[in-house]
C-alpha cells in the first residue's frame, strides 16, 4: 500500500526545468544545470578547479546529496563512493572499503587516483582517517582526529567553547552517581543530559522526570548535563580551512519522531531552507560569535579545523547559543542546503581542502525553496525493521521539483530495492516557495510505496515552536 498521504493537501508547484516534448529529454542533471547556470560565476568559475576524481565516503542520504551536487558540478570528471547506497550507485562507481579504516580508505584514493576525498560521516573523522588521507599525500575535506573532538566529545566541546568565549549553556561534565546529582541538582528541570560521545544525534534526553535523567546518565557512563535552552532551533553549517570560513543557508531540521515535535529523538526526520523567520544576518553573526572563534581557538591548540563546522544553534532570548558541534554536514539538513547552492561544490571542498576559501569568491545561491521528508522504516527509531521492499522512486520522481535520495537502502539478490536502515529515503522538493516545495515533497512522497513506512506531515508547514536541547 502507499504511505499515508499529508494531513493537508497542496497544488503543484514548478521546479526544475521542464524538458521540451518535441526534442530528446535532457537528463536531470542537465535540468539542474540549466537552473543554476545564471549563478555559476561563468565558464572560468566552472573551469577554476579543473578536471578532478572525487572519492565519497559513507552511505546515507547525506552522501547521496553530496554525490549528487558534485555529480553536477562540470570540474568533477570521475566520481566514486565507498560503500554507498543503490541511489549513489546510479551516478557514481562503487568500491567495498570501511569509511572508518584509515588502511583501506587510503588503499582507495591510490587506487581510484583520487584527487579529493570527502568524508561524510562523524566516525571515520573521529578514526582519524581524514589524518591518513592527508599524510599520504590526498587532498581531503574533513578535519583530522584531534579536531574532530568538537563532534566526538561533548565534553572536549565545552572545554573549546569556554576557552573561546562562544556563547552556549552552562554545563558539567559528570561520570559519578555524586556528580550526576548535583548537576541535576544545579540546573533543575527540564533536565538535559547528553551522552559525551558519538551518538548518531540520538545520544540526549530532555525531560523532567529525573529518573529518567538519572538512568540515561547512568547508561551512558560520562555525560554533560546543561541547562535547558528555549527557543528555535537552527543548524549553521560553515567551510572552514583552518582559518577562513564561509557560513551556508542557516536551515531548520525536525528531530522528534511524530507530528507536533512529539515522539522519541530521532537522526531528522525533515528539513527546510530558507528561514524567512530567522534573522536576515544569522550566517554572519554565526560566523563571527561562533565559527571564527572557535577556528582561533582550535588552531591555537594545534589542530587547525579543515572541513565542515555544524552549528547547532538555539535562537534564546538572549541571543544565540550553540546547542552543539558537529564536524560533518547535518542529516537532513545537507540535502535542502546543497539543492540550493548554486556554486559547484566540488571547488568549494578543494578550496577548503587547500586552506584556500579566500580565492573562492562569493557563494550563489538558487532562489527558490527546497524541504525534505524523509521516509523512516517501520519500528524507527527503537528498532526498525528491514528488508521491506521499495517501489515508486521513479513516480515520485515525475513530480515536478522533486527527486529522492536514498539514505537507507540495499538491492536483494534479485536487484530490487530494500530497506536496510531506519531512515531510508529523503524526498526533496522545491519550488518558488517554501509552500510550493512542501507541495512537491510531500506529492512525491506519497508516491513511494513500502510495507510500514511513515513519515512525519507536518515539515516545513509553519515554524516548530521553540524545541528542547539535543544531541
Known sequence: MPLPEPTASASDCGGLAKCSTSEPAPTRADARRAAIEPHLGGPAAAGRLGAVRVLVLGSGGREHALARALSLDPAVSQLHAAPGNPGIGQIAELHEASPSDPAQVTALAARTAADLVVIGPEAPLVAGVADALRAAGVRCFGPGQRAAMIEGSKSFAKQVMTAAGVPTAAARTSRTAAEIDAALDAFGPPYVVKADGLAAGKGVVVTSDRAEAVRHARDCG???????????????????????????????????????????????????????????????????????????????????????????????????????????????????????????????????????????????????????????????????????????????????????????????????????????????????????????????AARIRMRGGWYRTDIAAEPPPGTRARA
Open 222 to 444: 560520562t555525560v554533560v548535563i546543561e541547562e535547558f535552552l528555549d527557543g528555535p532551533e537552527v543548524s549553521v553549517f560553515a567551510l572552514c580551512d583552518g582559518q577562513a570560513a564561509m557560513a551556508l543557508l542557516p536551515a531548520q531540521d525536525y528531530k522528534r519522531a511524530n507530528d507536533g515535535n512529539t515522539g522519541p529523538n530521532t537522526g531528522g526526520m525533515g528539513a527546510y531552507v530558507p528561514l524567512p523567520w530567522a534573522p536576515a544576518d544569522l550566517a554572519e553573526q554565526t560566523l563571527a560569535t561562533v565559527v571564527q572563534p572557535t577556528l582561533a581557538e582550535l588552531a591555537s591548540r594545534g589542530t587547525p579545523y579543515t572541513g565542515l563546522l555544524y552549528a547547532g544553534l538555539c535562537l534564546t532570548p538572549r541571543g544565540i547559543r550553540v546547542v552543539e558541534f558537529n564536524a560533518r554536514f547535518g542529516d537532513p539538513e545537507a540535502q535542502v542546503v546543497l539543492d540550493r547552492l548554486g556554486t559547484p561544490l566540488g571547488g568549494l571542498l578543494a578550496a577548503a581542502a587547500d586552506g584556500d576559501l579566500a580565492a573562492a569568491g562569493k557563494l550563489a545561491w538558487t532562489p527558490g525553496a527546497a524541504v525534505t521528508v524523509v521516509i523512516a522504516a517501520e519500528g524507527y527509531p527503537a528498532g526498525p525493521v528491514g528488508g521491506d521492499l521499495i517501489d515508486g522512486i521513479d513516480e515520485a520522481s515525475l513530480v515536478p521539483g522533486s527527486y529522492v535520495l536514498q539514505a537507507g537502502t540495499a538491492s536483494d539478490s534479485s536487484g530490487q530495492l530494500t530497506a536496510s536502515g531506519g531512515r531510508v529515503l529523503d524526498v526533496v522538493g522545491t519550488g518558488a516557495d517554501l509552500p510550493a516545495a512542501r507541495a512537491s515533497a510531500y506529492q512525491a
